[in-house]
Nanobody
Framework: QVQLVESGGGLVQPGGSLRLSCAAS????????MRWYRQAPGKQRGLVAG???????NYVDSVKGRFTISRDNAKNTVYLQMNSLKPGDTAVYYC???????????????WGQGTQVTVSS
């Protein structure tokens, strides 16, 4: 069983910063790509940022220059540093990862439960 647990969400004023964390636990052989998604009320869930096991990153245009994704492979943890936050960044943020468990050759896709980020004055 693999679990992804996010933390670090909360209420912040426009222009402020938050750092989200997502730790994977359970029976894990390796983790490939890790990603952050977000879903605002009434909108579809969309990709925010992704990072490969080798550290290559990609971002949606709306967060480029403001958000930074990183990971600690030893801790099976991915982070999302969010700076210069805007009200439009308000959403539930979800962690997503491709994980291989012992005894298998394929990677399964797993989701965290989500953490609320609210940007408001």
């Amino acid at each position: 069983q693999v679990q992804l647990v996010e933390s670090g969400g909360g209420l912040v004023q426009p222009g402020g910063s938050l750092r989200l964390s997502c730790a994977a636990s359970g029976s894990i052989s390796s983790i490939a790509n890790m990603r952050w998604y977000r879903q605002a009320p009434g909108k579809q869930r969309g990709l925010v940022a992704g990072i490969t096991s080798g550290g290559n990153t990609n971002y949606v245009d709306s967060v480029k220059g403001r958000f930074t994704i990183s990971r600690d492979n030893a801790k099976n943890t991915v982070y999302l540093q969010m700076n210069s936050l805007k009200p439009g960044d308000t959403a539930v943020y979800y962690c997503n990862a491709d994980v291989r468990v012992p005894g298998t050759v394929r990677y399964g896709n797993y989701w965290g439960q989500g953490t609320q980020v609210t940007v408001s004055s």
